[in-house]
């Protein structure tokens, strides 16, 4: 009998390397096929140690190699090989001309059909190799026997519709999908004459679909082929199958299985690495009979940065797919995706256009071999539209031209890059946008917008920094590929109203690309995923992330049809993906004599069943309930203290500069809650960066508002309000035509509610307290937005006064807060202890109303008792009198508290420039320190 | 945040405040946070005391970005701590930054006793490219967002050690412990954020609070039934809280100031319970005690290099001129030797391999180039079908080390074996490169045909040039 079964302890190559023939270092008269390809190069090994020489190696096929090459060269059937793309653009044809279309009124685009399309199509490529008719998919609601629920029935009739009608058409085009050509393979094999071959060996099968059973079994007549099994769990009903019935029973080799479990990916990295180091520092060879075996591909850089330091470049072989979403270059092409698809117009988000420019990628483009010029360019563009951040729509010839943007260029580019011009920059700058974002803005079909995608990718490429590391060539190169397959598949001529479905049929498309991390096989230590360990035979094995849901991946169970119909069709379940899985595992540790098993314990993670298997059956031969003695645990220290802040002691020259320095409200309201904030704020000048953020930050609507009502009020400065002056019409007229600078025309989703509540609300203000004001008081409005400067006890001060006006015959100053909380604003006098500093910061919310009392009754030399100050809080969901929050309520609070913030300030200043008094922490850390931008430098 | 949330550690600020400068070099805030922190200033051998930085920052408040400033004042430090990161973040994904961080100031070396806050910054980073985002700037908006789930920041403590386990009510639910304490503290109820309704006319989330539900019978009717579902859901908490324990409970409820939930609920449970007779602890179980084994701590390793990775980055990506030279290839190996029918079997191959490739080259053009090619002096022999000569095209060989050779044609006579090596495109930079791949042809043809002559040529199709090398 032309079949020999190995015990899994035994290494399947060398054995396949011991039956092939050679004459004279010829071996070109065997035929060697594998399910996978990675047994090749061990085969070729093999035979090289062998002749200890060059020699010619076997014809060694992966499977779906013969398949292809039997197809093409031996039944000479050729033709078009679909790639998934193509096959779902033909689905979506047929999708599109059914009248039943599956999902009715979803998926009626292709960007949204694609998903289900993939889906669909898994499922039909599993029928055809399967063997399965269309009828009997037809028929398996009648075989359920209404059993199944309606949906699930009507799934199946669309299922059996697109099965018929796909490979009709796959037939009558002359295309080929892998299912079809293993079909026609399998129905034609007799055909196949291979009898110039001296021997075909066949090894390391396990589980067969219909069309692959149709061909072994043809094969195993066939006098010149010999089959080699991997004794396992499940050979043998396997073997049956085939008709073969194994005899020969093995002892199971027991090799040394240890396992560790980590609370997280890193963990299971660092034991690897620790492994390596104890390998390396015992002198035992770290080489290609070692292998980690990677189930999931998102470990791999952690095990780069963090294991494989350890080794030579050379002295290992990494070989596993590695999904493209997880590169920078899909982070990239988000970005452009958001900047095209968030126009308006032809005006661009300024968010996203900052985002797009300032990604690595783009704001280090070269301009005459430099990186740092576009770096300074785009971050002064960054500055320019941060200052204007209210500003949210920009059409790319206004950011080319835009006089703020220009100026920002001159000051920061080419006043300290000698013969840089001006011109040379807005040509960089207007090239960049043509190769990137003017190149994206339309497009003709698929085939037009993956091309123009493409030239993106080139240009980065040729264009930035972005190819100085590593992996930037092969990410390049397999979007290039992608994107050449979809430029010239068969969704090429599809067309799209809108730009954004271009980019979300490309998502959809490249996340099931992955990067084929294809190494230089047999170099050193072997880095696979489970799939690629097939038919291979390791010492060590280093096995990552052993946990339920990867290992076995029970998340990838995705088909239309559920698992009864499966059942019914003959197709294979979950059960049998389990059971090949656990398969390939046991053969893999039961040729080894080191297994080392690393898995994620958390809660929510749990070990692989596989594990849990394995340690069963230890603790069953050990006679021992407890598991743990079996399991390294892999843990981190933790550390969870905190170091007190640290006072800081003022140098002479800090005291000179404070001496001198305009104080304002704010920063003495900073100085107050928090001296050492107020150090690194106002001392070393240090200030959060501000940044055009996609929300609208308080600031923004803040100063916006501001500016209305300083606009409205302009026009009545020095004369006696009226009930008619107070036209809600004109406030609208003002408030529309900031808005509209501001952020366009036609605003729509957030802006648009912002507009329509900011309005409304202002005009609130107007009606509901302007107008009510007026009536109750003769009010002038003395000044708008003022600014002032004053020196009172050597201490310079400084302020900006909203508003100033009279009622009758009071001064008021007015400073208005778009927020509704008074709680932050107001003093408890009570509370305020002169002797008793602590209660200065605990009582007073804000000293800004004090403040300019003080500032403005020194500048005008009125009494303070005739000036009222009051915050008008403008956030509240009601506007009336109520919005007034008066520093004093009364003259009486006037008199006995006015003296006592003007100590409060005047000490706090004394306080700010004594040599003796360091800048101490806040006293309430509980209220200030939580969002404090100096938190993890004031502990330094 | 929790404690257990690294974005609370001083230690993540200080890499946060790094990579935004690195993203941001214009962010002075980031700058000096990073190089007045605890990470820049152990790297430090002394050459520059943390007053001096001060004093530093002080006198360069003026100036803008402060980097340059630091630059010209630090030149060696600049050099040493910041150069090479600066470059390399225009093109280093950002985990592969953070990881160049680490090694540059040696952190785990450093800061031992915050293992767990560094590994779980890569952790994040790692799950964060996951999702497709990868570039700093996404990274810091993800950092920096309160919203963002406080459990993708919290270090995984591991489970199943012999250790006090802390954990909310939530968490313990399905659990169970020989010893619980239970910490309660009096709940303040902050309404709801909407109330579902459904109706004849569809579903409508309600607003209503004790204010709002005032105002009609059917809201407070909404108001009510949703307050009483909410009370169920926390007694059915409590429960949970009260039956984790398998030998011993102990509540602690912490008095607010309103004696509400669930505080109020303990008051009449203690008073039900009679006298308070303190806690009566459980004795040990000997058999647990004695079962209980070691646990196997496995000591990890921080090698102190960064990565080289086993990659060379490419020129450039051509992938035009890289296809062109594929199809030149597959059109060759599919000619066996020239004869009258050269011109016509060129059209048919061309037609065929544009076919199997989806590709447009033009039949009569290609057909021209590469007849040309064929019937030039040097490259004729080769493809003259003489009796006794065996053409071999694509043929695999491998050498002593089990590596695959694939060679374009290899022709065999009698006391000869000669090998062509095609070359397309019009760049001879790699020359040096194609002789030495070609002598190892020339080495491995030796090793196998060791009596007869071996010779090569590297045929370069579009120069129109051929050399031979013996």
Known sequence: MNVLLISSSENLVEKAAEQVVGIEKDYSRNLVIFPGKRPSHFLRKALADKEKSSFIPPLIFSMDEFIEHVHDESLGLGGRKLEAIDAVSILYAIHAASPENLGRKSFLTPDTFFPVGMKLYDDLEELHIEGVPPEKVKAIENMAGGDLPEPTAKRLQSLSHFYEAFYKRVEEAHFSTRSSRYRVVSENIDRLNLDRFEKVILAGFFALTESEKKIFRSLLEKRNTLFIFHDGEG???????????????????????????????????????????????????????????????????????????????????????????????????????????????????????????????????????????????????????????????????????????????????????????????????????????????????????????????????????????????????????????????????????????????????????????????????????????RNLKFENVLFLDANEGIFPDTAREDSFLPVKARQMLGLPTYLDREEIMSYTFHTLIGGAKEVHLFYVESDEKEKSRFVEKLLWQRQKKDGKRDDSRYIHTIQYAVSLKDKAPRPIKKSLEMIKFLREYPFSATSLNTYLSCPLQFYFEYVLGLREREVVSEEFEKEEIGSFVHLVLSEYFRGRVGSMLTEKQMSLREFGKIFHKHFEEQYGKDPAG???????????????????????????????????????????ESFKLRARLDRVEKRDDRTVIIDYKTSANRNTLTINYNRVDLENRDSWCKAIGSLQLPFYLLAYSTLTGEKPEMIDCMFLLLGRSRIDSDIEVPLFKNESEFKENFGKLTEVIFNLLREIVSPDQAFMPTIDPKNHCGRCAYGYLCTN | YSS?????????????????????????????????????????????????????FFRSRKKTPLYKAFQEEFPELWETYFEDLFKSAGYLPLYDLVNKIYSLYSVFDRFKEEEATLIKILEVIKNFEGEGRNNPSDFLKCATDEEAGESDWTIDVPVGISAVKVMTIHKAKGLGFPVVVLLLYEETTRGFKYIFSEQADGVHLLKINRQIMKASHFLEEKYERERLKDLVNKLNTLYVGFTRAEDELYILGVLGKRNQFPIDLLQI??????????????????????????????????????????????????????????????????????????????????????????????????????????????????????????????????????????????????????????????????????????????????????????????????????????
């Open chain 1, 750 to 792: 957030e802006i648009y509610l912002l507009r329509n509540q900011v309005g409304r609300h202002l005009e609130d203000f107007i009606r509901n307290y302007q107008l009510v004001k007026i009536k109750e008081f003769r009010t002038k409005i003395l000044d708008l937005e003022r600014e002032i400067h004053v020196e009172k």
């Open chain 1, 235 to 533: 050979m043998r009903k396997k073997l049956s199958d085939l008709g073969i019935t194994a005899v020969r029973k093995w002892n199971a080799n027991e090799p040394e299985i240890r396992c560790y479990k980590s609370p997280d990916s890193h963990g299971q990295v660092l034991g690897v690495s620790a492994l390596l180091k104890t390998k390396r520092d015992r002198k035992e060879r770290i080489d290609d009979h070692t292998v980690i075996v990677l189930p999931s591909s998102e470990i791999l850089l952690p095990l780069f940065h963090r294991a494989l330091n350890l080794l030579d470049p050379d002295n290992y072989n990494v070989s596993l797919g590695y999904p493209l979403q997880r590169t920078p270059l899909f982070g990239f092409f988000n970005h452009l995706m958001e900047v095209v698809t968030t126009m308006n117009g032809d005006r661009l988000y300024v968010p996203y256009y900052l985002q797009f420019v300032l990604h690595p990628y783009t704001k280090n483009i070269y301009f005459q071999g430099r990186a740092d010029v576009t770096r300074i360019l785009f971050h002064a563009i960054e500055k320019t539209l941060t200052e204007k951040r209210t500003k949210k729509f920009l059409s790319l010839s206004e950011l080319e031209n835009d006089e703020a943007i220009i100026h920002s260029i001159k000051e920061k580019v080419i006043k300290v890059e000698p013969g840089i011009t001006l011109e040379m920059m807005r040509e960089h700058l207007e090239s960049i946008h043509t190769h990137t974002i003017r190149k994206m803005l339309s497009f003709k079909d698929v085939g037009e917008f993956a091309k123009r995608l493409k030239e993106v990718v080139e240009y980065i490429y040729q264009n930035s920094t972005a190819r100085l590391h590593p992996f930037f060539s092969p990410y390049a190169e397999s979007f290039v590929n992608q994107l050449d397959i979809l430029s010239k598949s068969l969704m090429k001529e599809i067309q799209f109203q809108e730009a954004g479905s271009y980019f979300t049929l490309f998502k959809k498309y490249i996340v099931n690309a992955y990067i084929p991390f294809a190494g230089t096989p047999l170099r050193g230590l072997q880095v696979l995923g489970f799939l690629e360990t």
């Open chain 2, 269 to 470: 449970v203690d008073s039900r319970m009679g006298s308070w007779s303190g806690p009566r602890p459980c004795s040990p179980d000997p058999k647990r005690v004695e079962e209980a084994s070691p646990q196997k701590e496995w000591k990890l390793y921080y090698h102190p290099d960064p990565i080289r990775f086993p990659f060379v980055p490419m020129e450039e990506i051509n992938l035009e001129e890289r296809r062109r030279g594929e199809f030149i290839h597959r059109v060759l190996s599919l000619i066996d030797a020239l004869d009258e029918n050269t011109e016509t079997d060129l059209e048919r191959i061309i037609k065929r391999v544009n076919d199997e490739w989806q590709t447009d080259y033009s039949v009569k053009a290609m057909g021209k180039h590469l007849l040309e090619f064929l019937n030039r002096e040097e490259v004729k022999p080769y493809f003259r079908a003489v009796p006794g000569t065996v053409f071999k095209r694509e043929q695999d060989f491998s050498d002593s080390r089990g590596s695959l050779f694939r060679m374009d044609r290899v022709i065999f006579s009698e006391a000869r074996v000669s090998v062509i090596d095609y070359k397309t495109g019009t760049d001879q930079k790699a020359e040096k490169e194609h002789i030495s791949q070609l002598k190892n042809y020339l080495r491995i043809l030796r090793e196998i045909y060791s009596g007869k002559k071996i010779e090569g040529i590297i045929a370069y199709v579009d120069l129109d040039e051929v050399r031979k090398v013996e």
């Open chain 2, 4 to 56: 257990l949330d690294i974005r609370t550690r001083k230690l993540t600020a200080e890499i946060v405040a790094l990579i935004t400068f690195l993203d941001s070099p214009p962010d002075d805030l980031s700058f000096a946070g990073f190089v007045l922190g605890d990470i820049f200033r152990k790297a430090l051998r002394g050459e520059a005391e943390l007053e001096e930085l001060h004093q530093f």
